[in-house]
């Protein structure tokens, strides 16, 4: 699976940013999608995810009720739409894919996901 992200950008607190990925090489209804995020001098950590077989979405706290994780299958693309950004929310964000059906306590697991994409660049000024 080859993974393409793309829409990070410079955006004022309060603000707005839609995140893309696009997934090539394998059905790509049946992935589950993650999306990641890694500040500077920080670990990686999970902002939300979707499974393929019956997308369910899932969050971490902090993005709960601000950010959408959606899937466009004809597409073969998942969007993260993020909304009242704050400065904390600042990192590289990355997508990942994998071929499994995880339990929701797994697919927040970054050693869950096979394969990865090159991260996208999100500054958040204040």
């Known amino acids: 699976v080859q993974l393409q992200a793309s829409g990070g950008g410079l955006v004022q607190a309060g603000g707005s940013l839609r995140l893309s990925c696009a997934a090539s090489?394998?059905?790509?209804?049946?992935?589950?999608m993650g999306w990641f995020r890694q500040a500077p001098g920080k670990e990686r950590e999970f902002v939300a995810g979707?499974?393929?077989?019956?997308?369910?979405?899932f969050y971490t706290n902090s993005a709960r009720g601000r950010f959408t994780i959606s899937r466009d299958n004809a597409k073969n693309t998942v969007y993260l739409q993020m909304n009242r950004l704050e400065p904390g929310d600042t990192a590289v964000y990355s997508c990942?894919?994998?071929?499994?059906?995880?339990?929701?306590?797994?697919?927040?697991?970054?050693?869950?996901?096979?394969?990865w994409g090159q991260g996208t660049l999100v500054t958040v000024s204040s």
């Open positions: 990942a894919a994998d071929t499994r059906s995880p339990i929701a306590s797994q697919i927040k697991l970054p050693n869950l996901y096979d394969y």
């Open positions: 090489g394998r059905t790509f209804s049946r992935l589950t």
């Open positions: 979707i499974r393929g077989s019956d997308r369910n979405s």
